[in-house]
């Protein structure tokens, strides 16, 4: 393990560059933030996605930055941005995503694109407050409601407003910097191999990519992290009735996928969260020493997170999360058949749907991934199809599942002895004053392997978003105290020695 380095004298001067500034100009800051937020940014709005992409842009290009978006057919833009500094040996890469999860209006508080300040969490008692006027004193406790407040909006705003604040301290950054801002990572970012194909040249001199994407520790303490799981998901649905029943004329006659897909959704996990899919774990690869190091030395915050999320038992025995983390996961993220409430009927559905997502470690194939758990149903007795069946199927198997694969990429990770590492958190110590603890990967799947494997450099996640955020869900917010956190952060990035 690399020695911890100490912060250097200009990296301390920019961060108090970027407290200075904020001091006069965070209402400022705050109410430009919300403009960027005003602006819908689900991956499938393409006009609104458009939007978001020229709004950044000529933020971008107003302070300086050669800023371009490239464009492929069908696609958000890749917005692409260059600042070259005189006499920099080594080019950063930064990447951020402008895009944000799909939602549900009515779950929200208030409405979703309509950024609103509270003076603290909403289901902690916090109260609704205008922006703040110049010049007001603005709480870091604060937090702004909005979707993407946190993913992955917040680096935009603390980026822009660092920049600000070095330029107007004239304090000269000391690398190459070099952007990639993606608008469609909630999809699972589909056209970015097909963009870093046309264009992975720009980037072809990038020594390390910084990831400005995720939360910090649940201890609010930063954390760095080397590496991020894989994503990838599926649905399935099993077949009853070629059309619903009456339940009084034939409930227990005819099979019911409510109950079908229950007994086959717990022969894939026990109780215990255990994955009993034959082979679902034997390609993970194995956690070095190195990594077993950094897990072991993490701060130990389960019984807090029980307390905080309302949960007296969780998985495993109660092994710690971030063990759990370091495999793959099979988790039931929907069911759906027939309605509840005051729109059930007395009927017998003709199918029940499960959507499945996989969150994978290292050393996991999405592809293979998925043929695992379809040989898993097939052990179940069911044939498996990919279209509705047709009645002359259903008349031939006494048990059918269609499958629908969705797109998904590996994990990967870089490694932890990397000789900027010291850098890195010499200028996570600068901006909050302790060190960060150093995470082996996140929980999170992020296009990380792109960077790792198909440019072939390191990439270290350096998030900045609090824990608590509601990421990917309604009432999503940004704690003003680590929107500021990030302003100093990348001050102070920017500003590393060689």
Do not use: C
Not at 131 to 152: L, M, V
Not at 219 to 244: L, N, W
Not at 440 to 448: F, R, Y
């Amino acid at each position: 393990m690399p020695a911890l380095a100490q912060p250097d004298l200009e990296q301390r001067a920019a961060v108090e560059a970027a407290r200075a500034y904020r001091v006069t100009r965070g209402a400022e800051i705050l109410n430009d933030f919300g403009a960027l937020l005003a602006i819908p940014n689900t991956a499938s709005d393409a006009a609104n996605i458009e939007r978001n992409a020229e709004y950044i842009h000529f933020e971008f290009k107003r302070r300086g930055v050669r800023v371009e978006l490239l464009k492929v057919h069908g696609a958000p833009p890749l917005i692409y941005g260059v600042i070259k500094t005189p006499g920099a040996a080594r080019t950063l890469g930064l990447y951020a995503h402008y895009d944000g999860q799909p939602l549900n209006h009515d779950r929200w508080t208030q409405p979703p694109w309509e950024p609103t300040l509270y003076t603290g969490p909403i289901r902690h008692g916090g109260r609704q407050r205008p922006f703040p006027d110049e010049h007001e004193p603005i709480d870091p406790e604060w937090r702004i409601y909005a979707r993407s407040a946190s993913d992955d909006k917040a680096p935009f705003a603390a980026l822009l407003a660092a920049l600000d604040a070095l330029h107007e301290a004239q304090i000269p950054l000391t690398s190459n910097v070099k952007f990639l801002f993606d608008g469609e990572e909630e999809r699972s970012s589909p056209h970015l191999p097909q963009y870093l194909d046309l264009y992975g040249e720009v980037y072809d001199d990038v020594d390390t990519w910084l990831l400005l994407d995720g939360p910090v520790h649940q201890t609010r303490r930063p954390q760095i992290a080397f590496g991020a799981r894989g994503i990838t998901s599926m649905e399935v649905t099993v077949y009853g009735p070629e059309h619903p029943l009456h339940s009084g004329h034939y409930g227990n006659w005819a099979p019911v996928p409510g109950a079908m897909l229950s007994h086959l959704l717990a022969s894939m996990i026990d109780a215990e969260g255990h994955v009993l899919i034959d082979g679902f774990y034997d390609s993970a690869a194995p956690v070095g020493p190195t990594e077993q190091e950094a897990v072991a030395a993490m701060p130990v915050q389960d019984e807090a997170l029980r307390r905080e999320f309302g949960l007296v038992h969780t998985e495993d025995g109660g092994a710690r999360l971030i063990e759990r983390l370091m495999l793959p996961s099979l988790t039931v993220k929907g069911l759906q058949s027939g309605n509840v409430g005051t729109r059930s009927r007395n009927v017998i559905p003709a199918f029940a749907t499960a959507s499945l997502g996989l969150r994978l470690v290292k050393g996991n194939d999405p592809a293979t991934m998925h043929d695992v758990i379809e040989a898993h149903i097939r052990k179940q007795g069911y044939h498996i199809v990919r279209v509705t069946p047709e009645h002359e199927t259903r008349l031939q198997h006494e048990k059918i599942a269609r499958v629908i694969r969705r797109k998904g990429y590996p994990a990967a990770r870089t490694s932890m002895d990397l000789p900027i590492v010291p850098q890195i958190e010499a200028a996570v110590e600068a901006a909050i004053g302790q060190p960060p603890i150093r995470v082996p990967t996140l929980g999170a799947s992020m296009p990380l392997h792109l960077f790792t494997d198909a440019l072939g450099k390191p990439a270290i996640i350096v998030p900045i978003a609090n824990h608590d955020n509601n990421q990917h869900a309604a009432d999503e917010n940004i704690r003003i105290a680590n929107l500021w956190y990030g302003m100093d952060l990348y001050a102070a990035l920017l500003t590393m020695w060689f």
